[in-house]
């Protein structure tokens, strides 16, 4: 092996080590939804290329209020699946969609795009 | 019943997502679904603009950049000749402009999910036409990095063509997507603008959001009835197809139910408005349709998983490439091995992973509902299709559900309508189809009522009251032996009765029988044509009834069931329906919905046939919206076609890039010296994205067997 082939294989390794930990190794603490008047726990959620916040924590006990807000015309986040609680809504472009549930047990629940490209989690803590 | 996802949010019955109270889980009034549709039709409009732009760019970019090749050129601007390396400024210059514009949304895409720690079809895409980019681009400035001069080539017109194809390829997924769900955007159509309703004694054209419950509408010929209500005055005959897919009008008249949507023919009526808003039916459907479209078929979540991992698993295997060709492949090492890890990149495609599934749903629960068959979820679409044994409800579902007395044999020394009036007396009261029977012949033959006391119903079994000191007793003839009454000589006329398929009900007087009476519910008129299709599709038939053994065989002779299950209890239905699944069948259960509930419950998929504007039947996996068994054939047909159409789309995206990654890894170079072009494959990722919504959609066109009524 030649020093620049040695050097290129390194490189590779460190990239594709640094491709695993920086996709698949990642946990973001989240954001927790705030208790708002009427009694629900309530997160806007930003949708562009993403989620944003895309993890949010939320406790047992109280209903939740997402209130989803896509800021882009892609189609691939038109919609947004929260499969494990049975719900679904379109998402039009610029106004704000509440989606309400009642948290379950404690545990960890996604919601994704329809194709489940776009990602995000619901991290239910107990009360 | 199959499990489905809701294990965080079910209640205590299991069903219901927790919560769902009357304003929880309505997550959009109709209208505001409208808004997807448009915003397809711009992006779609967008992405052609950017498309055409690309193809301008890229037809000139792929002739110059092997103008060696091309007779006449070949003079002009020969290999290493300042000529050509001024056009290829040129090229570079006008493909960084194709990627600022028909690829911004790559590399803004690419840039906002790396925030999100995530990659998806953008990033490979970015990474793809980028690389190509940026190695032309120092070929051409700074050749002497490279070691050799056949190193020196540019790809502008990978960096182009990629992107005009890609490109192109999302705006047709735009397009067909939007076809896809145009079931529930035509349901949506559906909803009237404005009702006329009596106000202060006038009447007034008013939007329909302003219609109340309680309020009398008017609906005149050829109008659209714009809420679910009742009709109180007037008759006509509706058209109901757009909802319960029925293509026959029906007679309606007071005391009917319409549903909001449908359209009156020639007569005129005035109606009660029972629902409104976002309780109407069609409300309902267009909710339930959406969330079941939204939901997930149980194969899905496996491929969710592989999803997941995919984009990242490509970028590491496109690294991969780059080494092992750096490595071991032939000169020059580096011009190959960035083609390769390009190539690898521009194959794989997420896309038509994620969206083999959620498409053929989309395609498959529209379908349906343009059938008026509601599938509640994917789960239920995936156990139909699955099922080998349909257990038919008898009343309500193959018969009318609507039983009258056909014969009344009395016993010496008593008249037949002192027989009818004194049963009709004892069963006044009772909820019972049969006693409704009864009460109803009396009624027409004019009997005087009969005053009773102390009711006692022994559901299954018959009812006992009292008259004056009088007992009297109606029901089968064990209930009334079990009493002290004899009643065997009546067997004969009971056995003929029960022959013909007619329930009989005996009716005695203290200890003596007076007689009995015969009820018979007639059968649906398509009931045997359904049942014969439903058998055609490899189905046993079994029919659930708590009538006599006798008359549950007459009627399942009539229309050709495999098997009965009689003198069924009503509470034992559900026992009976886990019986089946202990034989180790996949067991379907057709009822009313509300009777049936807990055997609906029970089965692998409840369906609530006939349910008119009660659509949300939580039971029921699937509601029929007519009455019609055929309903069920239809659903079953869907079914199946979805779910073939899933596996289709799962083979196709898995054998694609199962086939596509080796191959641009280059794994056939060393045996055939093949090496796929990065234009090939960016040719082959929008046509495997585009190929699998296109079969999705092809189910649209799928033809459901015709069951002659």
């Known amino acids: 092996m030649t020093p620049d082939q040695i050097l290129v294989t390194l490189g590779g390794v460190a990239v594709m080590g640094f491709i695993s930990w920086f996709f698949w190794l990642k946990r973001t603490p989240g954001v927790r939804a705030a208790v708002v008047s009427d009694g629900y726990q309530e997160q806007m959620i930003l949708v562009s290329g993403g989620y944003t916040p895309d993890t949010i924590r939320v406790t047992t006990g109280r209903p939740v209020r997402l209130l989803f807000r896509r800021e882009e015309t892609a189609s691939c986040s038109e919609q947004v699946v929260l499969a494990d609680f049975g719900k679904s809504a379109q998402l039009p472009t610029g106004s704000v969609v509440p989606i309400e549930f009642m948290p379950g047990d404690p545990g960890e629940h996604a919601f994704t795009c329809q194709m489940g490209m776009l990602r995000g989690r619901i991290v239910v803590e107990a009360a | ?96 402009a194709v990627l600022a514009y028909s690829g911004n949304q790559f590399f803004s895409g690419a840039a906002q999910a790396l925030r999100h720690r995530s990659a998806n079809m953008h990033t490979l895409i970015a990474i793809g036409t980028g690389t190509a980019w940026i190695y032309s681009t120092a070929a051409l400035l700074v050749p002497q990095l490279f070691p050799s001069a056949q190193m020196t080539d540019v790809y502008y017109d990978v960096t182009v063509v ?29 909803a009237p603008k404005t009702a006329r309703v009596i106000r202060d004694g006038v009447e007034v054209e008013i939007p329909v959001d302003a219609v109340i419950v309680g309020d009398v509408v008017v609906v005149r010929p050829g109008a659209k009835v714009p809420v679910d209500g009742v009709i109180v005055d007037g008759a006509s005959a509706l058209d109901e197809s757009m909802i319960t897919g029925e293509s026959m009008p029906i007679g309606k008249q007071a005391g009917d139910e319409v549903i909001g949507a449908t359209i009156n023919g020639t007569g005129a ?71 390769v ?83 009709a007396a004892a069963e006044r009261d009772s909820e019972h189809p049969l006693a409704a029977a009864i009460v109803e012949m009396a009624t027409q033959r004019g009997l005087t009522r009969i005053g009773t006391s102390d009711f006692d119903a022994v559901p299954g079994h ?28 009546l067997e004969d006329d009971a056995r003929r009765l029960s022959g013909e398929g007619k329930t009989p009900v005996f009716v005695a007087f203290d200890d003596r029988v007076m007689g009995l009476i015969a009820i018979a519910d007639p059968v649906k008129p398509d009931s045997k044509a359904a049942i014969a299709a439903l058998r055609a599709l490899g189905l046993q038939i079994v029919m659930i ?48 919905g509300i009777n049936d509930a807990p055997a609906l419950a029970q089965a692998d998929v409840g369906f609530a046939i006939g349910t008119g504007t009660d659509v949300a039947i939580e039971a029921s996996d699937i509601t029929l919206i007519s009455g019609s068994l055929r309903g069920i054939v239809s659903a079953i047909e869907i079914s199946r076609a979805t779910m073939r159409n899933v596996h289709q789309n799962l083979f196709g995206a898995f054998i694609y890039n199962g086939i596509g990654l080796p191959v641009a890894l280059g794994l056939l170079y060393p045996f055939f010296g093949l090496l796929l072009s990065p234009i090939l494959a960016a040719l082959a990722m929008s046509f495997s994205s585009v190929t699998v919504i296109s079969n999705a959609n092809r189910l649209k066109r799928f033809k459901l067997v015709e069951v002659a009524s």
Request: overall charge positive.
């Open chain 2, 162 to 190: 990629v992107t005009a194809l890609v490109v192109l390829g999302m705006a047709m997924e735009v397009k067909a997507r939007g076809r896809t769900s145009e079931a529930i955007e035509k349901l949506m159509g559906l």
């Open chain 2, 462 to 489: 018959g009812i006992r009251a009292r008259f004056g000191t009088h007992r009297i007793l109606v029901g089968k003839r064990v209930f009334l032996e079990a009493a002290g009454v004899k009643a065997a000589w």
């Open chain 2, 545 to 592: 009834t708590g009538d006599n053994r006798r008359t549950a065989d007459a009627i399942a002779r009539s229309v050709g069931v495999d098997r009965v299950l009689a003198e069924v209890l009503p509470q034992d239905k559900a026992h009976e329906v886990h019986k089946l699944q202990l034989e180790g069948r996949t067991v379907a259960m057709v009822g009313d």
């Open chain 2, 341 to 423: 890890a390009v190539t690898t990149l521009i194959i794989a495609c997420p896309c038509a992973l994620g969206m083999a599934t959620p498409m053929a749903l989309t395609t498959g629960v529209g379908l349906a509902a343009a059938h008026g068959i509601l599938i509640r979820s994917g789960d239920a679409l995936q156990a139909a299709q699955k099922l080998d044994t349909v257990v038919l409800d008898k009343t309500g579902t193959i018969t009318l559900g609507k039983p009258s007395v056909t014969d009344i044999v009395p016993a010496p020394g008593f008249e037949a309508d002192a027989i009818l009036a004194m049963a």
């Open chain 2, 1 to 96: 019943m199959t499990s489905t996802a809701h294990t965080a949010a079910t209640d205590t019955a299991g069903r219901k997502p927790a919560g769902t109270t009357t304003d929880m889980g309505r997550t959009q009034a109709i209208p505001a679904a409208a808004g997807p549709a448009s915003d397809r039709q711009a992006e779609y409009r967008i992405l052609m603009r950017k498309w055409w732009f690309a193809a301008a760019v890229g037809l000139p970019t792929m002739i110059f950049s092997y103008p060696w090749l091309i007779p006449g050129l070949n003079t002009a601007f020969p290999p290493g000749s300042a000529r050509l390396w001024w056009l290829w400024v040129a090229m570079g210059v006008a493909s960084l």
């Open chain 2, 269 to 339: 009526f005035h109606f009660r408005a029972t629902k409104v808003g976002s309780d109407t039916a069609l409300a309902t459907i267009v909710r339930m349709v959406g969330d079941a479209q939204a939901s997930k078929v149980p194969i899905q979540r496996i491929v969710d998983v592989v999803s997941g991992y995919f984009t990242p698993a490509v970028l590491i295997l496109s690294v991969a490439g780059f080494v092992i060709w750096y490595d071991f492949g032939p000169a020059p090492a580096f011009a190959y091995a960035t083609i």
